[in-house]
């Protein structure tokens, strides 16, 4: 294993971390003797799995249901001061129920400190104002660092790269968990910002949200050799030194093999991956053409400014990795997740294209006469059942 400075933390980060997220036994707390002995057997297999690889970095989260509960039946085997625990809790407008849920979890993970707690989900500037308002959840938060239950105070994010950057430079968060990867670069901005605060960057779901690598299409197989789609990914990431962490959502101990491919590849990344990278864009070049693949977000309102809510931005991209890269299953997952998502995936489908006037809003598109027709055919491949977020389900 490799570790990188985590910012302002000083902590020695894992370049991969464990995510907590996929082998608990359900997304909802149920009382303790409702889970099965071979849910709680494969949760602690893969605990040590990753600590014997290394990956002493363990995060989970509140919501994600009987994971900290499952968590707390292992950690007192470990020796405190080897495991880096993160959990993260979402922003209650009553701050008093953001610290009854922070004691709940020290409760249920059976630990007299957290290393890293995380607000979960400052996705909007309202959730930003109510965070960091006086007496809010950080006021709430930093009492409990006082008390020395806490270490380390950041915070996660699925919002947009703006508000993550205000975020930021509040200067009040000792790190950040966003998404960022090869097919998702819009929050590098945020990176830099997090670099000159000194702030920790853990990247969250590269393989699931960064495009269900674990079940990559043949066309995006063989646009990554000699590289897997998961490997050149975990690569491409951890190339850049502002990154210092990757999330593996492991639900089974075998999950961690994959990934570990990629720690021998690190001081080659160099060599390795710019011969890939130029297959990948001319791909996109190929099929999309140049011009579309170098301008088609410029000019492109935010949902907030569109009619209808559209995520215009979303529904267009996923059809480009459609298009360039057959990536379907994935641009379905998460086409069919707008309108469900709430502010963890904000704005709606093109369901509803045909009663709408986009002209106003792709005023400033060079595209603007074809954007109504690509919305429609992004629709008529996509559109399906409507899904949720896995911790609605």
């Not at 490997?231 to 093999?257: E, M, R, W, Y």
């Not at 991209?317 to 998460?334: G, I, S």
């Amino acid at each position: 294993m490799q570790y990188r400075r985590f910012g302002r933390t000083g902590l020695p980060m894992p370049v991969f971390s464990c995510g907590g997220m996929r082998y608990q036994f359900s997304w909802q707390d149920v009382p303790a003797w409702q889970i099965s002995q071979e849910s709680q057997d494969n949760l602690e297999a893969t605990i040590k799995t990753a600590l014997a690889a290394g990956i002493n970095h363990i995060e989970t989260a509140r919501g994600y249901g009987t994971s900290e509960l499952q968590l707390g039946r292992i950690f007192p085997q470990f020796p405190r001061d080897e495991i880096i625990i993160q959990t993260k809790v979402s922003p209650k407008e009553n701050a008093a129920d953001f610290r009854r849920d922070v004691e709940k979890s020290l409760k249920l993970l059976k630990l007299d400190y957290i290393d890293l707690l995380g607000l979960h989900g400052i996705n909007t500037p309202e959730l930003l104002h109510q965070s960091i308002r006086p007496g809010g959840c950080l006021d709430e938060a930093r009492k409990l660092q006082a008390q020395g239950k806490i270490r380390f105070i950041g915070f996660s994010t699925h919002g947009d790269t703006n508000t993550i950057v205000k975020t930021i430079e509040t200067d009040q968060f000792d790190y950040v968990n966003l998404h960022w990867y090869y097919i998702l670069q819009d929050n590098w901005a945020a990176i830099e910002a997090a670099k000159k605060h000194d702030v920790g960057v853990f990247i969250i779901s590269p393989s699931d949200k960064g495009g269900q690598l674990y079940n990559p299409p043949a066309k995006l197989v063989e646009l990554c050799k000699p590289l897997s789609p998961m490997v050149f990914n975990d690569l491409f990431c951890l190339s850049h030194s502002q990154v210092h962490t990757l999330s593996i959502g492991a639900a089974k101990p075998a999950d961690f093999d994959e990934h570990l491919k990629t720690l021998p590849l690190l001081d080659q990344a160099a060599e390795v991956l710019p011969p890939i990278l130029h297959r990948l864009e001319q791909e996109a070049i190929n099929c999309l053409g140049e011009e579309w693949v170098k301008t088609w977000r410029v000019g492109l309102p935010t949902y907030h400014d569109t009619p209808g809510n559209i995520n215009i931005i979303a529904i267009l991209w996923l059809r480009n990795l459609v298009l360039a890269y057959d990536m379907l299953d994935f641009a379905k997952a998460r086409y069919n997740l707008l309108g469900n998502g709430g502010h963890w995936f904000p704005g709606q489908n093109a369901g509803h294209l045909d009663q709408l006037n986009l002209k106003d809003c792709l005023k400033n598109s060079p595209h603007a006469d074809k954007i109504p027709y690509l919305l429609a055919d992004a629709h008529r491949l996509l559109a399906g059942e409507a899904r949720q977020r896995l911790s609605s389900s």
